[in-house]
């Protein structure tokens, strides 16, 4: 349950596939991150010919990844529906001409419009090398990206069978209590995934993934420490360069232009909304960095690499 001052806001079921798609479009870079590049339903074909049409592909430009997005309602039979239908999917995306459909949207979209654009020029991807970096992301294996309304064991169960990266988002819809036409959803933070195939294969000795981490975790381990002044530069398109300061309070937030922040990509986006930009997300932990040049992200692997050892000198004094 919600509670908005003297409203109750409690989960509700959405009317049918259709809603729970249009909020994962509208929201995509809140699934696939802020550099990610959301194409929408294309036919897409096997090598005899079978047709289908997956939900959506997403291109992340920062982790080089990409993903074939189905969005699903828990009340579809793993067996019957879902796994079948994905499995069409892989075998169509598989095909040569399936990916050079999507590179050649994906060269479109560049040219039409000024925030794919941004992008690549964000991703130090220049137009001449526009065509190699797609080739070499579209060459990898898809994620298989799935927003759903809830996850049951047999989809666990399922994605964990497949020899494709698997990540599930949860997507929920609350109502008011006693006014249902006033709705809201509840959509995932920091682009985390419910579940991860990718993280149960390669499961770290400290059992932490970098989902995990927060400033928090930074500050205790001393990576970070309270007062210490983090630093962002940001150019929106048409304006003038401006620096945010940042500074860590001591219950692991961010103070930037007066306001507290948990998230550094919250914290990230007021400072380029207020330079201007219309953006609605950003990558935080790539944006802020300390007095030495780190990013928030480099402390982070320092963080991960510290629990890492500490995991591998307990198990070596166990044994």
Request: proline share 4%.
């Amino acid at each position: 349950m919600i509670i908005l001052g003297d409203k109750k806001f409690i989960e509700a079921e959405f009317e049918n596939e259709q809603e729970i798609e249009d909020v994962v479009i509208e929201n995509a870079e809140y699934f696939f991150g802020s550099s990610s590049i959301f194409i929408p339903k294309k036919l897409i074909k096997t090598r005899d010919g079978f047709g289908t049409i997956p939900d959506g592909f997403s291109i992340d430009l920062a982790s080089r990844s990409w993903y074939v997005v189905e969005v699903e309602l828990v009340h579809h039979s793993v067996w019957s529906h879902i796994a079948p239908q994905v499995a069409k999917q892989m075998i169509a995306v598989a095909t040569p001409e399936s990916r050079q459909i999507l590179e050649e949207i994906v060269i479109q979209m560049f040219n039409e419009s000024e925030d794919v654009k941004e992008k690549f020029k964000e991703g130090k991807i220049k137009e001449i090398d526009i065509r190699k970096v797609l080739g070499e992301i579209l060459s990898k294996p898809p994620v298989i990206g799935m927003p759903i309304n809830r996850i049951s064991q047999d989809l666990k169960e399922w994605a964990g069978t497949l020899r494709n990266d698997v990540r599930l988002w949860l997507v929920r819809k609350h109502i008011e209590f006693g006014a249902p036409e006033n709705f809201a959803y509840e959509i995932p933070e920091e682009y985390r995934p419910v579940l991860d195939t990718t993280e149960e294969k390669e499961k770290p000795k400290s059992g932490i993934a970098y989902y995990d981490v927060s400033l928090s975790d930074l500050l205790e381990t001393g990576l970070l420490k309270m007062n210490d002044e983090l630093v962002m530069t940001y150019k929106p398109r048409g304006g003038n360069q401006k620096k945010y300061k940042a500074f860590i309070t001591e219950d692991g937030s961010m103070n930037v232009l007066g306001k507290k922040f948990k998230s550094p990509s919250y914290a990230a986006l007021l400072g380029i909304q207020d330079a201007g930009s219309d953006r609605k997300t950003v990558n935080g932990w790539t944006s802020w960095k300390n007095k030495n040049g780190k990013l928030l992200a480099d402390l982070r692997v320092e963080y991960l690499n510290m629990k890492e050892n500490e995991a591998e000198q307990t198990a070596s004094a166990d044994g």
